[in-house]
């Protein structure tokens, strides 16, 4: 979209307006013409304003006349002033419905008996599933501001789309009707977005929404950390198939990391290696799928804390209550990656033993896999995969498990000890908003402070 508005003459050859495209162009208007609905309509919650807008909104066209149907280019469309004011059914929001919704992500608010809300059933103008299989159902309720009788019709190519009911009735404005919607692949590409949209015909009212899912051919856990005493085991990978056609899989790695055995004993956060802190590097080749980071403590009791810092000289923070801990990051950025590892408490502050590993994945070793493959099962159904390792030396080892038809792998550690128990940590996940969890079982902590990194320490490599 471009919006024809005032801009600096420097830098647009002393133009004072002009024709410009991106949110930070958009949303200004956007905004204010948020506040001129409002001036009209002054107890509409902001979920109705936002729901007003986007379903009276029209077509985006390309340049050649034709429908840009990319809802994740073109939103709900372009607003329209002349149908933004009496758009007939909106999608509402209360302040405590955005408080389940958070809650639904999985980060405990702790306010007692508030509840959560499913991401996918948040009360939004828009329909979206990152990961369709089987038969998926969403929960939407409108609110009439124009009483009617209001059909459904959607339409997204390759998706059976089922609206119940179908008819919604309303004889007042302010009443409000709860329908459901059922997605099912039947031709759609498998791991790609199938587009289209929802709308209600009514009252002389098109109430419409935007739809992206994405059909998965697997479905499985993000990641998965398994331990074996000794260099042979198994795991389990619970699977979910979105397809009756065989899946294939492949597997990547196991890589083992490279290691460093340490004894420190408590002390304050210091970005160098002294009594109570050890630094290493690791470099990590461009296309690197995973770099993961970890420190495995000897003692449960005690308390080892880990900041790395990536080659633009951003941290990453792994500083819970935990014994051990450890961060992921998933296509990493090439380069040399500074870790500290830190002791902060033990038991009556005593030395305290751990391991350093940083792991990088690389191709099939041919030291684990992956059974059955192809995956045969009915899209819908459940089922279990074998991760098999044998032959591994003591350590920690990373892989990644991907399913063809699916753009979600399942990244996978295996830790071998030699028989004695390791603390093995929660896996983080840099950049991962679901990091911000908070595991009510384990007791919380002050974060240390971390000091400035100039990126030229001297590292104990």
């Known amino acids: 979209m471009a919006v024809l508005a005032g801009v600096s003459p420097i830098g647009s050859g002393g133009d004072q307006f002009g024709m410009m495209s991106g ?26 304003v936002k729901s007003a807008m986007m379903t009276t909104a029209s077509d985006i066209k390309n340049a050649d006349g034709s429908r840009n149907g990319d809802v994740f280019a073109t939103g709900a469309g372009q607003v329209d002033i002349a149908r933004v004011l009496d758009p007939g059914l909106v999608y509402d929001n209360s302040e405590d419905d955005y408080l389940k919704f958070v809650q639904g992500t999985g980060l405990d608010l702790g306010i007692p008996d508030l509840g959560t809300t499913a991401p996918r059933d948040m009360n939004v103008a828009s329909f979206a599933l990152g990961a369709l299989t089987g038969k998926t159902e969403v929960t939407r309720t409108v609110t009439a501001l124009t009483p009617g009788v209001y059909r459904a019709k959607a339409s997204v190519p390759g998706v059976r789309v089922t609206v119940t009911p179908s008819v919604l009735s309303f004889n007042a404005a302010g009443e409000k009707r709860t329908f459901k919607v059922k997605f099912e692949n039947t031709s759609a590409a498998l791991g790609q977005f199938a587009m289209g949209n929802l709308v209600w015909h009514g009252a002389g009212k098109n109430v419409a929404s935007p739809v992206a899912v994405r059909p998965q051919s697997v479905v499985a856990p993000a990641n998965l950390a398994f331990t074996s005493e000794g260099g042979q085991g198994q795991g389990d ?22 290691s460093s055995a340490i004894e420190l004993v408590p002390g304050p956060l210091a ?131 991907t399913f063809a038809g699916s753009s979600a792998p399942t990244f996978v550690s295996v830790v071998v000890t030699p028989g004695s128990a390791l603390v093995v940590p929660a896996d983080e996940t840099a950049d991962d908003p679901a990091n911000d969890k908070k595991d009510k079982a384990k007791k919380e902590k002050k974060k240390q402070e971390v000091p400035e990194f100039s990126g030229n320490r001297n590292m104990d490599l």
Do not use: C
């Open 23 to 48: 949110t930070s162009m958009a949303a200004p208007h956007v905004a204010g013409f948020g506040a001129l609905i409002l001036a009209k309509n002054p107890t509409w919650s902001p979920a109705t």
């Open 237 to 258: 990978i619970p699977v979910v198939s979105g397809t009756n056609a065989p899946v294939k899989i492949t597997l990547d790695g196991l890589s083992k990391a490279d």
């Open 271 to 401: 970005l160098d290696t002294d009594a109570s802190n050890f630094a290493k590097e690791v470099t990590v080749p461009a296309g690197s799928p995973l770099a993961k980071f970890s420190v495995f403590s000897s003692d449960e009791a005690a308390d080892f804390d880990m900041v790395v810092f990536n080659p633009a000289g951003q941290a990453l923070l792994a500083q819970t209550a935990s014994a051990s801990e450890s961060i992921s990051v998933p296509n990493p950025a090439p380069g040399v990656y500074a870790i500290f590892v830190n002791l902060y408490a033990s038991p009556n502050g005593q030395p305290t033993k751990a391991s350093v590993d940083a792991a990088v994945l690389g191709a099939n070793v041919g030291n684990a896999t992956v059974t059955p493959n192809p995956l045969r099962l009915g899209n819908g159904k459940s089922g279990i995969l074998k991760l098999q390792w044998k032959g591994l030396a003591e350590g920690s080892y990373i892989g990644r498990v």
